[in-house]
């Protein structure tokens, strides 16, 4: 019997590790099973990868993480993606996140300490920045925390406000972009606790939220968004390991179920997913379970569609593994992988 088919994965890999590129897997519509139909390595380092709708249909966006730094747009029209044009350089080193918003592609660039904005034309290709925004300071951590490094990039769920993480700064800026001119304004800038250094942020479902994971200390930082005034507030931290777990452990990625009931965190060294259920203030969170990512060292987590099971891109035992997850109790069960070389980002279509 043919599977059910529930669309289709696409995953990022570092080719100077010996990825492949970015796979296209076909997902199974009852088991949430991953099947590769074929890969690209047309773009150097495609650490992060997004997705959105042009005229001539989907387009998918990569990074380039190198020093140089470009973004890249594929079509996926095929069974393997396929590069549109040349990568577009992005005017900043080291590129580890980019997200989209109407018009525009943004890039966090962690090498250069900037984020860069780059418009899409009507057929959805980039093109050179129209604007940078230039991050500034340092933190406690002499080795990682010199100069400013964002992470991620990505916009509030108003879509008013650009926010980005900087793990070198302990920061989180919030900016207003010039649709227009295609130029970021700097807003203001929450300060979170020195030498915790933040790396990426989920918004809740409902909005009113933001969990902040930290990467230099295994740390979620729970704030209070204002979207009319684009003011973020700590309110507050818990740990994503149990007391006692020896270290280095970095976290790298955190995700909030659909129902808003549950947060989960993947945590590089202890290769561990941490499972936390949040309480109805949205400001305190119960650290339930760590559960084996299924792999070695977790880059990247992701829902897919239905918010029924979770994908963890094990980047140094080079698979992704998929997880089946209850929905009473939010404990991922494993339910099978992918051997994907290199892996570093999960996204669906």
């Known amino acids: 019997m043919r599977a059910k088919s529930a669309g289709r994965a696409f995953i990022g890999s570092f080719t100077s590790a010996g990825g492949r590129g970015i796979t296209a897997a076909a997902v199974d519509g009852e088991t949430g099973a991953l099947t590769e139909t074929g890969a690209s390595d047309a773009v150097v380092d495609p650490s992060y990868l997004a997705l959105a709708s042009a005229s001539g249909g989907a387009v998918l966006y990569a990074v380039s993480e190198t ?28 590129p580890t996140h980019l997200a989209l918003v109407p018009g525009h592609l943004l890039t966090a660039n962690y090498g250069s300490g900037t984020v860069s904005v780059l418009p899409l034309g009507a057929d959805g290709l980039p093109a050179g920045p129209s ?11 002499p080795d990682r925390q010199r100069g400013p490094h964002p992470h991620q990039v990505l916009p509030d769920p108003t ?7 900087d793990l070198g700064t302990d920061s989180v800026r919030i900016c207003a972009l010039d649709a227009e001119a295609g130029e970021p304004a700097l807003h203001g800038e929450t300060a979170l606790r020195p030498g915790t250094g933040p790396r990426h942020l989920v918004f809740h479902p409902a909005g009113s939220h933001a969990y902040v994971l930290n990467e230099l200390e ?17 309110a507050g931290e818990t740990a994503v390991l149990p007391d006692g777990v020896p270290g280095p452990v970095y976290p790298s990625e955190v995700v909030v179920s659909h129902d808003g009931r549950h ?9 561990s997913i941490a499972v936390l259920a949040l309480d109805e203030t949205r400001e305190k969170a119960e ?35 998929w997880f089946d997850i209850d929905p009473r109790t939010g404990v991922p069960r494993r339910a099978g992988s992918l051997a994907v070389p290199a892996a570093s980002c999960v996204i669906f279509a």
């Open 263 to 271: 947060l989960w965190a993947a945590n590089r060294g202890h290769d």
């Open 218 to 234: 295994p740390t979620l930082t729970f704030c209070r968004w204002d979207a009319v005034a684009g003011v973020l507030e700590p």
């Open 67 to 94: 020093a140089e730094g470009a973004v890249a747009a594929l079509d996926i029209g095929g069974a393997s993606p396929r590069l549109i044009g040349s990568p577009v350089p992005v005017c900043g080193a080291g």
């Open 159 to 165: 879509g008013r406000w650009v926010l980005s993480v």
């Open 131 to 141: 604007g940078l925004l230039q991050h500034e300071g340092a933190g406690p951590d």
């Open 287 to 321: 650290l339930v379970t760590t559960v084996p990512c299924g792999g070695q060292w977790p880059r990247d987590l992701a829902l897919d569609p239905t918010g029924r099971r979770l994908y963890a891109a094990n980047e140094r035992s080079g698979d992704v593994t």
